[in-house]
C-alpha cells in the first residue's frame, strides 16, 4: 500500500485567511467540530467571533476519527445532548451546498457471548427514557441484516436512527457554513496566550496579532491541557492514538456501521470501507501522562488490555517531553512547532484489519488497503468532556475532552457552548461535565456507557 498525505494536512493550501481582526465579542480556539460549531451558533446569534486555528480546519481528530453519529450506548449524561446533535446533523446537512456523506444507516454493537447481550440490556433503560429506537437483536436477527459475514454473533444493541458522515469533508463543510454566518476563520494562526486583566480575560495574543475580546473559548482538543496550563489550569487529560484504515472499493456487504470487540467497519460513500480496530489505543508517554495516570486508575482497570504504552511522546507532540510548558507570548509557542498532529499509524494494526475484516467476509477476496493514518484522541478520565465555564478567570470557557465520541456530537456541544458563551439557558444538565469535578474530591466515575 502505498500511504497518502492526509487531506486535511498542511501540505494542502489553507482556504481560511483571515485577516484577523483588532477585536471580537468571542474568540474560539481550534478548529476541530466543537470549535467550529460553537462559532457556527455564536455567528447564527448575532455575536462578532473570530475562530483560531493553528493549522487546519478539522485536521486533527475531528477529521480522523471512524465517521460514526452515534446515540446508543453514549453515558446517560451525554445522551440528551446527542440526541439534538442527531437533529442538528440531519437539519444543517439539507442546507450545505455539498454531500458530507451523511446518511442514516444504523449501529450495531454485535455481541459475541451472554455478558455483552447483557451489558446491551444494562443500557435500554436509557434508550426507553428518551424514546430512542434502539433494540436487543437476536442471533438470526443480525445474521438477516448482515447476512454475508462468516463470523457468529450471539445478538446485537442495534438502533436504526443513527447515523454516519464523512469526517473530512463534514467539518471543512461546516467551517464554511460558520463563515455564511458571519464567524471568521483563520487557518495557520496559533492562539500563543489567553490575555488577562484585571483577574478576567481581555483577548487572545496570535501569531498575527492580538485580538481584545472578553470571552475564549478553549476547544483546542489535544492541546488544551497545554494553553490550559499556561493559565493556571490544570486538567487531566491523556491522548491516545487510535489507528483507522480504508480499503479500496468494495462490493457492498452491509450498508451501516457494526463492531465488535475486535473490529469496526463502516461503508463509506465511495464504496470503500473504514476500518478500525475496536477497544485499542496507544499512549505515549510523557510528563503529563504521569502527572494524570493516578485519576485514569479507573478507566485503565475496566478495560486493561484496551491500551498499549509507547516509551516516549514524539518531538512536538503536546505531552513530549522536549515540549516548553511556559513560553513568552511574543515568539513562537509549541502550537506552532506542530501545525497538525498527523501520527503515523500503526501499520501492522491496520494491516491486521483488512486480514480480519476479509476473514469475516470471505466473498470479497482479498481486502486491499488504499489509506492508513492515525489519530490522538484526547481523553479524560471519567470519558466525558469538560464542558464548562472556568470559576477562576471570568470570560474563560472550556469545551475539550470529547473522548473519542466528539465528531457525532459536535453540532449540540457547539450549541451548547454558544449558549453558555452568551449566558443563556443551555437547555441540558452539564453538572457531570464540570471542571470541577477533578479538584473538588469528588470520585472519578465512569458511567454506564457502552
Known sequence: ???????????????????????????????????????????????????????RVGAEQSGRNWGWIRQQGRDPAELPIMIEANRIWREIAVTLPEDIGLRRVGIAYLAENDRDIAAYEGWMPYARAHDLDTRILSAAEVKGLIPKARRHWTGALYTASDMRAEPWLAVPALARAAVREGAVIVEHCAVRAVDVAGGRVAGVVTEKGRIRAPEVVVAGGAWSRLLLGTLGISIPQLSVRATVARTEALPDIHAGCATDSTLAFRRRTDGSYTLAASGFHELFIGPDAFRSLPSFVPQLMQAPLGTRYKPRAPRGYPDAWSTPRRWDADTPSPFEAMRVLDPAPNMRKANGLARDF??????????????????????????????????????????????????????????????????VAVGHDLTRFRLSRFSDGSKIELGPSL
Do not use: Y
Not at 481582526?21 to 474560539?28: F, H, I, N, Q, T
Not at 470549535?35 to 455575536?47: D, N, P, S, Y
Not at 486491499?368 to 469538560?386: E, F, K, N
Open 358 to 423: 476479509g476473514a469475516c467476509f470471505p466473498e470479497l477476496g482479498p481486502v486491499r488497503l488504499s489509506h492508513a493514518w492515525g489519530g490522538l484522541i484526547d481523553t479524560m478520565p471519567d470519558v466525558v468532556p469538560i464542558i464548562d465555564r472556568a470559576a477562576s478567570l471570568p470570560g474563560l470557557t472550556i469545551a475539550t475532552g470529547l473522548s473519542g465520541h466528539g465528531f457525532g456530537i459536535g453540532p449540540a456541544i457547539g450549541r451548547v457552548v454558544a449558549d453558555l458563551v452568551r449566558g
Open 1 to 55: 500500500m502505498k500511504m497518502q498525505a492526509f487531506p486535511l494536512s498542511t501540505a494542502n493550501p489553507a482556504e481560511h485567511h483571515g485577516p484577523v481582526p483588532e477585536s471580537a465579542d468571542v474568540v474560539v480556539v481550534g478548529g476541530g467540530i466543537a470549535g467550529v460549531m460553537t462559532a457556527l451558533f455564536l455567528a447564527r446569534a448575532g455575536i462578532k467571533v473570530v475562530l483560531a486555528e493553528k493549522g
